[in-house]
């Protein structure tokens, strides 16, 4: 076993082991990701159920009314239309309306005047993360919150040697950041079931 592996073991072992207290069974979810894998979309990259209960409970302490969530602005009509049949299954078409489109341009779209939203969740194409983020900020409310999934990346963001496109994403939002008098911000890194890796949390100042 490589030191990756035992590390992904470790981590694995330590996250499932606190799920295990804190996170009780849940059929709808547990039937939202059968279905979605049986649609041959990749389940690996979304949130662990430990991140995914931290972002509910978010949600719930600031009484969250309106959410955008740059992965529910969908490129693919596949993964749109699992998104749609799992919002239903689970009963909430009320909630969620899935854009499709690329999510640039639907948030393009939206106008300065649309009623602001309380929290903003960036899980997309990494090489638009700066881009979205700054939509983001013109669309979240003053003292909203922006998450920005996935800044740490194995480390690989701190690692000179890398230099694919997601990285690259990740430090070109960093340097955005550093200089943006409009948000306070800071990264956590995680480790757990999804290995290791790690989010940003900016307080939107502005609007
Ligand atoms: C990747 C994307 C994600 O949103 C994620 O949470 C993990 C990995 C990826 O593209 O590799
Ligand atoms: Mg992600």
Redesign the pocket.
Known sequence: MSSTDANLALWARADEYHDSFLIKPDPILDSVQEKTKARGIDY????SPAQGKFLHLLLLSINAQRVLEVVALELEDLHADVIEENVKAAGQTEKVRVVRGPALQSLEAMPDSTEKFDLAFI?AD?ENNTNYFIHAKRLVRKGGIIIV??VGRRGRVADPASTDS?VEGVRALLRYIKDDPDVEATTIHTVGV?GF?GFLYAYNGKN
């Open positions: 690996e990259i979304a949130v899980d990494k999934d996935n997601s999804k890796d």
